[in-house]
T-cell receptor, first 110, second 113 residues
């Protein structure tokens, strides 16, 4: 079983829909990252969370440390949101090593 | 402020050859981590450097090695290339040794033929 599990693996939405991507992890963490990867490879960091909730524009990320679960929400989705969304966790201690989920491929259709 | 720069962007090598990839972190960042991304295995941790010291190493064979220089730039080397080494190699820089955000480069796409 992977240490970081994401669901769903693939998601197709219509423009304007509310989208939720889930991430569950089985290890102790110091932080959880949500990343976005467009075709071509470059990865952009969307959020780094260690508790609670963060919001940036139409994106909202939440984390429940007790339940070892995080969600990424996209409100009013747009075709430009189409990308792979990756959840990654960082363990405790003096490290920046990330353990990644398998990613969620999101396609938003106009 | 310039982002993380990886060179080269694309590389084609033959089996048995060796390759060196370079990563220049954001100015002032002292931590560099390397990751391999393949369709089958996803993103996997290779190694992590902070202030020229390797802090962590992933579960990869000894053919994969790296180093970090005093200016925080990092290189990774893969010797005796195999077809399975074809992948996107990404580096990420962070300001401190732990607890700060990771900024990723565009990656180097290595194809081994």
């Amino acid at each position: 079983k992977n240490e970081v599990e994401q669901s769903p693996q693939n998601l197709t939405a219509q423009e304007g829909e509310f989208i939720t991507i889930n991430c569950s992890y089985s290890v102790g963490i110091s932080a959880l990252h949500w990343l976005q990867q467009h075709p071509g490879g470059g990865i952009v960091s969307l959020f780094m969370l260690s508790s609670g909730k963060k919001k940036h524009g139409r994106l909202i990320a939440t984390i429940n440390i007790q339940e070892k679960h995080s969600s990424l929400h996209i409100t009013a989705s747009h075709p430009r949101d189409s990308a792979v969304y990756i959840c990654a966790v960082r363990g405790g201690g003096a490290t920046n090593k990330l353990i990644f989920g398998t990613g969620t491929l999101l396609a938003v259709q106009p | 402020k310039a982002g993380v720069t990886q060179t080269p962007r694309y590389l084609i090598k033959t089996r048995g050859q060796q390759v060196t990839l370079s990563c220049s972190p954001i100015s002032g960042h002292r931590s560099v981590s390397w990751y391999q991304q393949t369709p089958g295995q996803g993103l996997q941790f290779l190694f992590e450097y902070f202030s020229e010291t390797q802090r962590n190493k992933g579960n990869f064979p000894g053919r994969f090695s790296g180093r970090q220089f005093s200016n925080s730039r990092s290189e990774m080397n893969v010797s005796t290339l195999e077809l399975g080494d074809s992948a996107l190699y990404l580096c990420a820089s962070s300001l401190m040794e732990a607890g700060t955000e990771a900024f990723f480069g565009q990656g180097t796409r290595l194809t081994v033929v």
